[in-house]
Structure formats: structure tokens, C-alpha cells
């Protein structure tokens, strides 16, 4: 099993085209002398596309076609775990700064369009990232998907891309067209996972999904179709709460982050009130001293 493969081109080929680019433009930026992103980063965009093709072109991505629960796994990795690498490898700020000042002027525009702080608003992308499992296992997408390439193999681009547009949205290490506190992002975290829990629990107790599909394989090795749905049901809702605790971990640090610098924010503007207040200040003394015409009855003006 683990020495299966599958080839999946349309996968192989977007995981090619997108790795090319962003080292092209990581080169670009270095052979100016500037420094977008660490080397830790990079190496995360690495670890992501390396998730990306084990999880389309190793035995996940053969076996997402007979096993309930592999593809499962397959959707966790594409819609969660890959996005998340990628969105730390901050490929927005490479491909800004490796486009030179005109470029990054046109980026700059683009973001600041309704369109795109509507697209990247964190609700919007969370719903997003809430509603596809949904849509997924609770309609005739996933049997489609699994049936007809043509309909597979943009799933698990559009997978990526939703995952992806949730982690920028959500992180902020790019430049986003608004930035949020990650108070609001934390709000939401607890809202997805009550959700994500809930889709666990149809997909555990409920009808089989896709049974007919399944049936027609007339597979006679591994877990039933009952037993098979019940370990998928696993792998979507305690895998993916144990994947998501680094992104908590991260909007965590960000909200610490955030409110250390508002505090810094705060001081300084106290500061800089408190000495305006000392320039303007009435003359030391007794209040009495400073009153015209208690300062004029004692004779002290």
C-alpha cells in the first residue's frame, strides 16, 4: 500500500507550476538584496507541497477512491493541513516584492478593491471553509466527484484554494486588504469547530454516504461501508481538531502580539496627552492663589 501511486496530472500539474513560481520568485528577491520571508517559511511551502502530492499522488490519492475513511484523510490534508504550510510560506509577500515597484503598486490597487476585502474578509472565508465539508459529504458532489475525473480534480484544487484564502484571511501574514483583530478569529474558531463537530456526528450516525458507489467497487477486504464511514467520521472530526491546534496556537500568539502593541499604542498616546496637559497647566499654589478675585480680595496679585 504505501509503495502505491497515482497519477493524478492535473494535481502534478498545478503542484509544479505553483512550486516553480514561488522559487523563481523567492530567487528574484534574493538577487535584489531584499528578505520577504525566513528560510523557516520557505521550508514551510515546501512541507506543503510535499502534503499536496502525497495526499493526490501517493497511496491516499489511489486508495480516495475505495476507502471512505483514506478519503477522508485526502479532503482533511487538501482543505486544512496543506493550505495552512502554504499560508505561512507567505506567497503573496514573495510574489509582491519579486514584481518590483510597479508590481507591488498594482497588488497594492488590488487589495484595496471592494471585491478583494470582500473575498478575503475573514467571515466570508470561514464560511466558506464551514460550508464545504457540507456540501461535500452531504450532496451528490461527492459520489460525482469520485465517479467523474472532470469533476474530481477541480475538487481537490478548489479544496486548496478555499483552505487557503481561509488560513490568509485568518493569519494576516500577508498583505490582506483589511487586517482584524484576532479576537474576532478566535470567535470563529469556536464556532468551526462546534460546526466541524456537528459533521462528524451526521456523518458517524447517518446513512451511508455514496453506498451505492461503494457497493458497485465489490470490495472484499478492509472495514465494511458502515465501519469504513464511522473511521472517516473519526478522521474529520478528532484528526482535525488535533491538526488545528497550531493555528490556534498561532492566533493565540497573533491576539498577544496584537494587544502588546495597542498597549504600546496606548501609553504613547497618554503620554503625549499628559504633556500637552503639562504645557497648558494652570500656576502651582493653592487653588484659592488662582482664583482673580479670592487672589485679589488677599491682596495676592
Not at 31 to 52: H, S, T, Y
Not at 192 to 201: A, F, K, R
Not at 250 to 255: C, E, I, K, Q, V
Amino acid at each position: 500500500m504505501i509503495q502505491t501511486w497515482h497519477l493524478d496530472l492535473v494535481s502534478a500539474t498545478v503542484i509544479v507550476l505553483l512550486a516553480s513560481a514561488y522559487a523563481w520568485c523567492y530567487r528574484h528577491t534574493r538577487k535584489g538584496g531584499e528578505r520577504p520571508v525566513q528560510p523557516a517559511q520557505v521550508g514551510c511551502f515546501g512541507v506543503g507541497i510535499v502534503l499536496w502530492a502525497l495526499a493526490t499522488l501517493s497511496a491516499i490519492g489511489a486508495y480516495a477512491y475505495v476507502l471512505f475513511w483514506m478519503r477522508a484523510l485526502q479532503v482533511l490534508l487538501l482543505l486544512y493541513v496543506v493550505p495552512f504550510f502554504l499560508a505561512q510560506a507567505k506567497p503573496v509577500t514573495v510574489v509582491r516584492d519579486a514584481l518590483g515597484p510597479a508590481g507591488r503598486d498594482r497588488i497594492d490597487r488590488l487589495l484595496t478593491t471592494r471585491l478583494a476585502r470582500v473575498l478575503a474578509h475573514p467571515l466570508t472565508t470561514s464560511l466558506a471553509m464551514l460550508a464545504t465539508p457540507w456540501l461535500l459529504y452531504l450532496t451528490p458532489w461527492y459520489t460525482a466527484a469520485l465517479e467523474f475525473e472532470w469533476i474530481g480534480a477541480p475538487t481537490r484544487i478548489l479544496l486548496v484554494a478555499i483552505g487557503f484564502g481561509y488560513f490568509y484571511a485568518r493569519l494576516q501574514a500577508d498583505p490582506v486588504p483589511r487586517k482584524y483583530s484576532q479576537l474576532i478569529s478566535l470567535l470563529i474558531t469556536v464556532a468551526e469547530t462546534l460546526g466541524d463537530g456537528l459533521l462528524g456526528l451526521v456523518i458517524w450516525q447517518g446513512s451511508l454516504i455514496a453506498a451505492a458507489y461503494y457497493s458497485g467497487l465489490h470490495r472484499s477486504w478492509g472495514p465494511d461501508q458502515r465501519l469504513d464511514q464511522t473511521i472517516g467520521a473519526g478522521v474529520l472530526w478528532i484528526l482535525g481538531d488535533v491538526v488545528g491546534l497550531p493555528f490556534v496556537l498561532l492566533l493565540m500568539r497573533a491576539l498577544s502580539r496584537d494587544e502588546k502593541a495597542r498597549a504600546v499604542q496606548v501609553d504613547a498616546e497618554l503620554d503625549t496627552a499628559e504633556a500637552a496637559e503639562g504645557e497648558g497647566a494652570a500656576p502651582s499654589g493653592l487653588w484659592w492663589e488662582n482664583d482673580p478675585q479670592l487672589r485679589e480680595r488677599f491682596h495676592r496679585g
